[in-house]
Structures are given as structure tokens and as C-alpha cells.
Nanobody, 115 residues
Framework: QVQLVESGGGLVQAGGSLRLSCAAS????????MGWFRQAPGKERELVAS????????YYADSVKGRFTISRDNAKNTVYLQMNSLKPEDTSVYYC????????WGQGTQVTVSS
């Protein structure tokens, strides 16, 4: 079983940057496509970025393309999300997980962008 711990969230002004980290333990995740998801109050959880096991292929939702960058360090069992030019609509709880099928969800990390 894999345990996922997200960190790096916080309160930032619009236009600012944050770097999220996701540490996985319990089992190596190097062979999985990993993603960052987010869920705002009253909305469904959505996939915003993903990265294949070797890092050679990435996906970004249109809403974050050009602003967010996903990366991974398999030696550290860690996935990152660099978020630049943040907007108030990026305010959400951010989670990382295997894209499909998912592991049990971690607690997420809150990102709040003020206007």
C-alpha cells in the first residue's frame, strides 16, 4: 500500500508561485504515471497535470498549461508541481496520486490565491 503526503501549499497573492511536493512511502511508485489533482469547494476533483514513470511525457489541463510544471524524482519517491502566475481560480486543495487506478488519497495541501 502506498501512502501519499502532500506539502508546500499556502496563501499567495495572484501572480505568485508555489512549489508542491508529494512524498510516497510504502511502495516504490517509479513505474506509475503520477498526477496532481485539485478539488475546490463544491466542485469535483480534477486532474491538472500528470507525468509518466520516466518523465518523458506530461499532460496539463488547459486551465494550467504554460503556468504549471510537473516533475518527479523516482529516487526520492517524490512528485513536484511548480505553480507560477497563480490565479484566484487556482484556489483548491491539491492532491497527488497515481492517475489510474488511484491509491488511497492523502490529506492534500491547501492552496489559496488572493486577488
Amino acid at each position: 500500500q502506498v501512502q501519499l503526503v502532500e506539502s508546500g501549499g499556502g496563501l499567495v497573492q495572484a501572480g505568485g508561485s508555489l512549489r508542491l511536493s508529494c512524498a510516497a512511502s510504502g511502495r516504490t511508485f517509479s513505474s506509475y504515471t503520477m498526477g496532481w489533482f485539485r478539488q475546490a469547494p463544491g466542485k469535483e476533483r480534477e486532474l491538472v497535470a500528470s507525468i509518466t514513470w520516466g518523465g518523458g511525457r506530461t499532460y496539463y489541463a488547459d486551465s494550467v498549461k504554460g503556468r504549471f510544471t510537473i516533475s518527479r524524482d523516482n529516487a526520492k519517491n517524490t512528485v513536484y508541481l511548480q505553480m507560477n502566475s497563480l490565479k484566484p481560480e487556482d484556489t483548491s486543495v491539491y492532491y497527488c496520486n497515481r492517475v489510474q487506478p488511484t491509491f488511497p488519497w492523502g490529506q492534500g495541501t491547501q492552496v489559496t490565491v488572493s486577488s
